[in-house]
């Protein structure tokens, strides 16, 4: 458990310990729930799809590619509920392939145009 109250922000990190130098991580989505069994119910995202969601997500910059790290202030969730529940979900890809999903970023879905 991470202890925060209201006001303060939640730190997050995480790494990747395998010896290969040419991997890299990628947050695609992490989620916060008040259920530890249910991300989809009741939850809010943080980052979806790489695309970030929330007004209070700050990135940290780290030059081992292994490592990602960034901020959030929970606050809503925190207002109303005791406890809250991170789920993230990361890719991890050579970082040398530029075409690999590290490298795409936030990917949104665009509109299908069709003709009549």
């Known amino acids: 458990p991470y202890y925060v109250n209201t006001n303060q922000d939640v730190f ?50 780290s030059q081992d590619k292994k490592i990602v790290q960034f901020k959030f202030r929970p606050l809503s969730f925190l207002r109303r509920y005791s406890a809250i529940y991170l789920q993230c979900r990361m890719a991890v890809c050579n970082k040398y392939n530029y075409y690999s999903r590290c490298y795409q970023g936030c990917m949104t879905r665009g509109k299908i145009v069709t003709s009549s």
């Open 12 to 61: 997050v990190r995480a790494t990747l310990y395998y010896p290969d130098p040419n991997l890299m991580l990628f947050i695609d989505t992490c989620v916060v729930s008040t259920n530890p069994h249910d991300f989809t119910t009741l939850s809010y995202d943080l980052i979806r799809n790489g695309c970030i969601g929330d007004p209070t997500y700050r990135n940290y910059y």
